[in-house]
């Protein structure tokens, strides 16, 4: 009886430990993006105003010099985009379904004015987990709205000056 308890006791003991484990890889991970993001945006002279991390990117403005970033994160490495508001035509919600009407992936469309598309990732079936389809979408739709609302005050702005 008493050999039950104490494999019992080993397992639990492991089992803790396991859990702390992925928790400090997780924190460890996370600090490692946020320290990333930092530099890039010292390297480019970027001041993000308002970002919010998420899965693994990370998507922010700055609203002094009009200008998006979007990172993904990809292991160790990233991957970014930066759209200068000026260049700017559109920016839309696109939705990628499958063929059994599943949704495969959720992007903002940004159409530039050389007629150019750069695509910001919110939700890709291949690396995220289906039931965050729906919070991402919602997101998605919130950047879409920052990044038009940035474009509509620009214009404003260099109409005041002509």
């Known amino acids: 009886m008493q050999v039950e308890y104490l494999a019992f006791a080993v397992l639990a003991i492991g089992l803790v430990l396991l859990l702390i484990r992925a928790i400090w890889k997780f924190r460890i991970k996370k600090h490692q993006q946020t320290a990333q993001f930092q530099a890039l945006c010292r390297s480019t002279g970027l001041k993000m105003d308002l970002f919010e991390f998420f899965s693994n990117r990370v998507i922010g ?17 990233y991957k970014h985009q930066i759209i200068l508001i000026e260049e700017l035509d559109q920016c839309s919600l696109e939705k990628q379904f499958n063929e059994n009407n599943i949704i495969e992936g959720i992007y903002l469309l940004c159409r530039l004015k050389d007629k150019s598309l750069c695509r910001i990732g919110f939700y890709s079936a291949k690396t995220d987990h289906h039931l965050d389809a729906t919070q991402l979408v919602r997101k998605a739709a919130y950047w879409k709205r ?13 109409e005041q000056y002509q």
């Not at 403005?61 to 998006?68: E, G, W």
């Open 61 to 77: 403005i700055d609203y002094q010099q009009a200008a998006v970033l979007y990172m993904q994160f990809i292991g160790d490495h």
């Open 146 to 158: 920052k990044i038009n609302m940035l474009k509509q005050f620009e214009e404003l702005s260099l």
